[in-house]
């Protein structure tokens, strides 16, 4: 099936530059509709996808597609002509003790496994990259990359070594935090303490522990990549500020647009920009829509409430995991839904715009989260990534500003930070 599509992309791409080809000869201009020029751009571009989670048995249903698979499936990456996903080793947070920060390693270790086994059935189709070289080639063979990233220093259970260790299992993007505070740096999302009904304190560590700076030196020095995705602001900014390479936030938004604390606020986009970064906006509608009306903020509140959650919130969707069962669960999510809306691929285009408008196109790119919460309307899975580009085009983006929004920019930072590397 694969090679079948890979063989009309490559009779698209080759008819329509024939065309352009020909139209500017005999009329001086171009005759290409958006759609055609679009399929033609998206063919030629590296399309990659700078966040997506890891597929294991113990997943939330409600995170993969309506069959009950993965959201970056091999056909879906196929079908939206999707050449590479960085995917994560995400850990969920947990108790802050050696016996929590061991389950974190192991759903760390469960997660590589499952990802290698993938590949391992798609041999012909998927392989792990550990450089732009690599992907580079997969892309000229038609083959898709799996990158691998890193999300949680949890489970590094306190060890600085554990990160030479997931470096030569293929990992190349490093973030120190998801939601909670941990021994290495402040979460952008405090988690929440049952027992007192109340969330952890906003800050514990000003920004990184020495734990946290010696991780960033650790992972320049190995030539990671940095990511700053769910790490506080003033962790961000410190990361920035120590990092010898760019970094990158693989999947975070406008905060002046969605303002949720996981987004960005002006001053790290700015920051991010300065220092050649990259930010990857996320088809999560949480994370997206301007819900800043006071009436839909007294609604948000409603739903909350009316669901047995506190009215505080650091996103809509804050806490529904620790919803009693998955009826209650679901209810709270669709009633949330109905309130904030889904999101659409013109959401998703105006932080894309935001970010243009004011750091320029060489700091945008596109990190999904697919597979823990995230699809619009538009763009539901790796199979719809077309639509992105067609929007894009719409706008008046250029073929050379596409590529780097779907890749290029991605590949130029992961590039620096190998050229970084201690040798």
């Known amino acids: 099936m694969h090679q079948d599509v890979q063989n009309s992309r490559k009779i698209i791409v080759t008819s329509l530059l024939a065309s352009l080809f020909l139209g500017a000869c005999t009329t001086g201009t171009t005759e290409l509709s958006p759609m055609e020029r679009a399929e033609a751009i998206h063919a030629e571009a590296i399309v990659l996808d700078a966040h997506a989670d890891i597929v294991t048995p113990s997943i939330a249903p409600n ?66 990259a ?106 961000t900014l410190e990361i920035i500020a120590l990092s010898k390479a760019p970094i990158i936030a693989s999947h975070s938004n406008v905060k002046t647009i969605s303002n949720v604390t996981r987004n960005l606020s002006d001053e790290e986009i700015d920051r991010i920009g300065q220092t050649g970064g990259v930010i990857h906006i996320a088809p999560f509608g949480a994370y997206l829509v301007n819900f800043s009306d006071p009436e839909t903020l007294a609604e948000m509140e409603r739903v909350r409430l009316d669901a047995g959650l506190p009215a505080a919130y650091s996103y809509p969707y804050e806490l529904y ?58 763009y539901m899975d790796a199979s719809d990534s077309f639509n992105v580009t067609l929007g894009l085009i719409k706008r008046g ?20 930070a190998e050229r970084s590397a201690d040798k």
């Open 130 to 235: 550990r450089s732009v070289e690599e992907i580079e080639q997969a892309h000229r063979r038609e083959q898709r990359a799996i990158v691998l990233s890193f999300q949680n220093a949890r489970s590094l259970e306190g060890d600085i070594d554990n990160i030479d260790t997931l470096y030569d299992a293929g990992v190349r993007v490093f973030g120190l935090n998801h939601l909670g505070h941990n021994a290495f740096s402040d979460s952008s999302r405090p988690l929440y303490i049952g027992e007192t009904k109340s969330y952890e304190i906003a800050e514990e560590h000003g920004g990184l522990s020495d734990l946290g700076r010696q991780a960033v030196a650790r992972i320049n020095s190995l030539g990671g990549v940095m990511d700053v995705s769910q790490s506080s602001t003033a962790a």
């Open 397 to 416: 983006y250029s073929a050379d500003e596409i590529k780097k929004i779907w890749g290029g920019n991605f590949l130029r930072v992961l590039k620096r």
């Open 63 to 128: 995170f993969l597609d309506a069959n009950g698979l993965s959201k970056t499936h091999p056909d879906k990456l196929i079908a939206g002509g999707v050449d590479v996903v960085v995917m994560s080793l995400a850990v969920s947070p947990g108790p802050r003790t050696p016996e929590g920060d061991s389950a974190g390693r192991a759903e760390v270790d469960e997660k590589l496994a499952a990802i290698l086994q993938l590949i391992s059935e798609n041999q012909d189709n998927l392989i792990l």
């Open 321 to 378: 995991w620790e919803l009693p069962n998955d009826t209650e669960k679901y209810a709270f999510l669709r009633a949330m839904r109905d309130v904030i809306g889904a999101g659409s691929v013109a959401d998703l285009l105006d932080h894309i715009d935001y970010i243009v408008d004011r750091i320029g196109v060489d700091h945008v790119g596109i990190g999904t989260d697919f597979n823990h919460g995230s699809g619009i309307e538009g």
